[in-house]
């Protein structure tokens, strides 16, 4: 005896779901009928069910679709803002290894020659700060 292979992961339009949730609402046929007659899988359509009950405030268990998708937009704004931050500590860290940059010209220097970070003593000048 095998194992049953895994069905290969389809995706339907939100039409499609809203028909299938209002077939199963209908109360004419179960959810295992219509999931057999479309060939889905119970699952699914329970958690379109779900969905659908939580988007029309009947069900308060879970998030609606407008809740999930801002959700995801503040979870992406976070890791961005995150991202930043750690960038900006860097930053700090690294312009605070930098005693002499004051008197050298600060950022403005390291933007017109990069390599300033390898000058090894406040006494040396790059050429590209020679002038």
């Known amino acids: 005896m095998g194992k049953k292979r895994p069905r290969p992961r389809r995706s339907f339009t939100a039409q499609f779901k809203a028909e299938i949730v209002e077939l199963c609402q209908r109360g004419d046929r179960t959810i295992r009928q219509v999931s057999d007659d479309f060939d889905l899988t119970e699952t699914a359509v329970r958690e379109w069910i779900k969905q659908a009950e939580l988007d029309a405030g009947t069900r308060s268990d ?24 750690d960038i ?44």
Request: charged fraction near 25%; charge should be positive; include cysteine.
């Open 88 to 131: 900006l500590k860097r930053a700090t860290a690294f312009f605070a290894l930098m005693p002499s940059w004051s008197t050298s010209g600060g950022v403005r220097s390291f933007l017109r020659c990069p390599g300033l970070w390898l000058v090894a003593s406040p006494d040396v000048r790059p050429p590209c700060l020679s002038g």
């Open 62 to 85: 879970g998030l609606s679709s407008d809740e999930k998708a801002e959700l995801a937009q503040l979870r992406r704004e976070n890791r961005r803002l995150r991202e930043d931050v």
